[in-house]
């Protein structure tokens, strides 16, 4: 036996009722509202009161832009640099002359390498994973998805390899007179491995971060990872040099870009001291496994979302 709920259903009528009376209402309201009367000092006023809205919001992140920059400039070049000075004047003094644009020329190329691997892949995937999705276009290619991963790191890779080499003439050339860079290329094998290694972790830690950052904060990329693997990545001093500050030191292990320096500076400039080659090959070699595996990971997560 079954039974029906009856339906109470509104008279056919009264829906235009109401229609009927609120249109009046509705359009007694928009005559009577005030002609707007924009000007320039209004409207100026309106668009920078939204801009200081949006900087009250993301007020963390614009105290990091703002002040991660000149505090590594300070720390480096005026806490860093005077306590280890004294080995650059005794090595000056000596005759085998270290001029700082002999320290400069691996760790310059070592920031290029950084910085061309990291960008050259997150934010082409910054973009093609934004609202219009354009890596579905080559998602649908007739490779499985890791392989897509692994050809845009060894893009990424070729870039930062490129950038590389470009710096090397540029740094060799633009000096002071009497201060030329002395580079020293004893073993190029050495260099060949060194160079690839490091394109390809930076690639493929630009590709772990391409596919884990949020669109939105994307100028925390530059505040909070590429300047300060950059400021504290052995570039204007070697990691040996840090021994007078040792808590620094040991910190600065967990930064990839050290490892990098230091082995574009025992391929180039062998006079200096450097890292153990065992350790700087392990990092740069197991942190491309690691960063490749994690990025592919991610990316294949995020590419069938």
């Not at 229609?19 to 009046?24: D, N, R, Y």
């Not at 640099?81 to 001029?99: E, N, Q, V, W």
């Amino acid at each position: 036996m079954t039974t029906t709920t009856p339906t109470m259903t509104a008279p056919a009528g009264t829906a235009g009722q109401v229609h009927s009376t609120a249109a009046p209402r509705i359009a007694a309201l928009i005559a009577e509202a005030p002609a707007p009367h924009p000007t320039i000092a209004k409207t100026f006023a309106a668009m920078m009161a939204r801009e200081f809205r949006v900087l009250r919001r993301n007020a963390i992140s614009t105290f990091l832009r703002s002040v991660m920059q000149p505090l590594l400039f300070v720390f480096v070049f005026t806490y860093v640099l005077p306590k280890i000075a004294g080995r650059f004047m005794a090595g000056a003094a000596a005759a085998d002359r270290i001029t700082f644009a002999t320290i400069l020329v691996p760790g310059l190329m070592a920031s290029m390498l950084l910085m061309q691997g990291i960008m050259a892949v997150t934010f082409p995937l910054v973009m093609e994973f934004s609202w219009q999705r354009t890596i579905e276009d080559r998602a649908l290619a007739p490779v499985p998805i890791h392989v897509l991963a692994a050809q845009k790191i060894t893009a990424g890779a070729v870039q930062a390899l490129l950038g590389a080499l470009i710096v090397f003439p540029i740094v060799l050339v633009v000096h002071a007179a009497g201060q030329a860079p002395h580079v020293h290329v004893t073993n190029w094998l050495l260099l060949a491995v060194i160079l690839v290694a490091a394109s390809l972790l930076t690639a493929s830690l630009g590709m772990l971060l391409g596919t884990l950052m949020d669109p939105r904060k994307m100028q925390m990329l530059f505040a909070a990872i590429l300047l300060p693997a950059s400021m504290l990545g052995c570039v204007y001093y070697p990691w040996a040099e840090l021994h007078n500050i040792r808590w620094l030191q040991i910190v600065v292990l967990a930064n990839p870009m050290v490892y990098m320096s230091e082995g574009l500076r025992a391929a180039l400039t062998p006079g200096i001291g450097h890292m153990p080659m065992w350790a700087i090959l392990l990092v740069l070699v197991g942190g491309t496994v690691l960063f490749s595996y994690l990025g592919t990971r991610t990316f294949t997560r995020r590419v069938h979302k």
